[in-house]
Nanobody, 127 residues
């Protein structure tokens, strides 16, 4: 079992930046691929970014490319999402997710692949 806690959300004006952080605790001695997803009111949860255990494989949703950067610090059991040039359409609850893996290069943009989820952090971008 692993527990995930997101932080760093808040209210920001369009064009601003936020850095989300996800802290993992519990069974952190095994490898996990990590992902960020988001869910806006009335919409389904959608993929934002994913990063493999070794950090060598990264994928972004089209909406995140060029603006968001995912990174991780395995020694600190943390994953980050740097969000720049934020837009009102980025407003959502952002969730961190983890999946135990055998391959350090595994990554996934499918929410059903992930076993563990945080409680989410609200990001609101005003126009």
């Amino acid at each position: 079992q692993v527990q995930l806690v997101e932080s760093g959300g808040g209210l920001v004006q369009a064009g601003g930046s936020l850095r989300l952080s996800c802290a993992a605790s519990g069974r952190t001695s095994i490898m996990y691929t990590m992902g960020w997803f988001r869910q806006a009111p009335g919409k389904e949860r959608e993929f934002v970014a994913t990063i493999s255990w070794n950090g060598g494989m990264i994928q972004y949703a089209d909406a995140a490319k060029g603006r968001f950067t995912i990174s991780r610090d395995n020694a600190a059991n943390r994953v980050y999402l740097q969000m720049n040039s934020l837009k009102p359409e980025d407003t959502a609850v952002y969730y961190c997710a983890a999946r135990p893996v055998i391959s350090p290069s595994y990554y996934s943009d499918q929410h059903h692949d992930y076993n563990y989820w945080g409680q989410g952090t609200q990001v609101t971008v005003s126009s």
